[in-house]
């Protein structure tokens, strides 16, 4: 009954609606829109050096500023997406822009030209996960749904690299690409299956005009959102700066084969998908503020206990801490974030932003640990003083006021 209940609120359907329908069409919908990005990242630096011959320079430039077209695409569509109150046609849009992405990269006679259509049409693709989420939040889903619509997403990420790097390597780039036109086109037929859903159990009226991106800023505490930003933002940079070094601190630091480093991830990224389904469960039953408590008390100690590892099977056993501590960061994030931002698409735009963010700042931590003697540890090292420090801040933050703090208030729900 709660699955039923949870996919006729995802297609804001009523009584009557074409419930089983909406219960595939959502799944299949975040499947496909996660699997793109997670099959177009791990191959775009090929593509840019085997299709158009750049040098080591010009795919570091044409990467950021694909990433920075990419940052700017998951702020302003979500805002007109809020403002419209509308987030399914902004997402057959987005995979329209998917399609059209595709087709100019095979027919791109340079890499500056490959590069404009990554910077104009490969920041929107990049949109359409934020997107459904905004909707499952507009149209009422039960927080539960959202974090198991999250574990579909970690899936495709498990599965996408591997599917991405054996169609290249099997055939080629171009194949690659042919792939990603797939991916594009099954995008954009399910959202206007998703439309045509609404459309059948809906009012026909159109909705009234939402509230934009900056007014609904101005609605939130501005003490309360930053607090929270901050939070996620070092909680994403412990995290990728971990993952970035994983390879040299199994090699280097452990002074095991590399291989080691390919395992610990797989099993992470693997575990990590019953960890959410897990969090999905006691989303609804736990505080907020005991489920990001948990957390980062994981993370901790795992950071804290891999920092001095004294072998590769120490490492891997540690794995699970890690999939606990990052399940509640994407699965317990986003409706946090949800609950403390009102418009639904700027919310879900600003936690996609908070990994966009960290991963920056994760290479400051990579750099600061670097002047340690034994760098790799080090870095595990910073990222477990990071994460406590989250923890302990929210503690003092919420004993120094005499009241719950942003994370505990978003317990609570909007006001």
Not at 208 to 215: D, H, I
Not at 338 to 360: E, H, Y
Request: net charge positive; proline share 7%; charged share 10%.
């Amino acid at each position: 009954m709660e699955e039923a209940a949870d996919a006729g609120a995802a297609g804001g359907v009523g009584p009557g609606a074409p419930v089983r329908r909406d219960a595939i069409l959502w799944p299949v919908s975040a499947w496909f829109w996660a699997l793109q990005f997670a099959v177009l990242n791990p191959i775009l630096a090929v593509l840019l050096v085997t299709l158009y011959g750049a040098s080591d320079a010009e795919t570091g430039l044409a990467l950021a500023a694909y990433n920075v077209g990419g940052f700017v695409a998951s702020l302003l569509i979500p805002g007109a997406a809020d403002r419209r109150r509308d987030y399914l046609r902004p997402l057959v849009l987005c995979g329209a822009s998917g399609v059209a992405l595709v087709a100019a990269l095979v027919l791109a006679p340079t890499l500056p030209l490959a590069v404009v259509a990554l910077v104009l049409l490969g920041g929107p693709p990049g949109v359409g996960s934020t997107l459904l989420f905004a909707q499952l939040r507009h149209s009422g889903a039960a927080r539960a749904r959202v974090v198991r619509t999250r574990a579909i997403v970690s899936f495709a990420w498990v599965i996408g690299p591997l599917l991405a790097t054996a169609v290249a390597g099997a055939g080629s780039p171009r194949a690659a690409l042919a792939l990603l036109a797939a991916i594009a086109v099954v995008n954009v037929v399910t959202g206007l299956l998703l439309i045509r859903s609404r459309r059948r159990a809906s009012d026909p009226q159109p909705a009234a005009p939402g509230t934009s991106g900056l007014a609904a800023l101005r609605q939130v505490r501005l003490g309360r959102a930053l607090v929270v930003l901050a939070a996620f933002v070092a909680l994403q940079a412990t995290n990728i700066a971990t993952v970035t070094i994983t390879g040299l601190y199994v090699s280097r630091s452990l002074h095991a084969p590399i291989l080691w480093a390919g395992i610990a991830l797989g099993l992470a990224a693997l575990l990590e998908i019953p960890a959410l389904l897990l969090v999905g469960r006691l989303v609804g039953r736990w505080p907020t503020r005991a489920l990001v408590t948990a957390g980062c008390a994981a993370g901790a100690v795992y950071y804290g206990l891999a920092a001095v590892a004294p072998g590769p099977v120490v490492f891997l056993a540690l794995q699970p801490l890690n999939a606990v501590f990052f399940a509640v960061v994407a699965g317990v994030g986003l409706p946090l974030f949800q609950d403390v931002f009102p418009a639904p698409g700027l919310a879900s735009g600003l936690f996609t932003n908070t990994r966009r963010i960290g991963a920056v700042l994760s290479g400051a931590l990579i750099t600061a640990a670097a002047l340690a003697p034994d760098a790799y540890r080090s870095v595990y090292a910073a990222a477990g003083a990071a994460t406590l420090l989250v923890l302990v801040g929210a503690a003092v933050r919420r004993s120094g006021t005499g009241r719950a703090g942003p994370l505990q208030e978003a317990a609570r729900g909007p006001r």
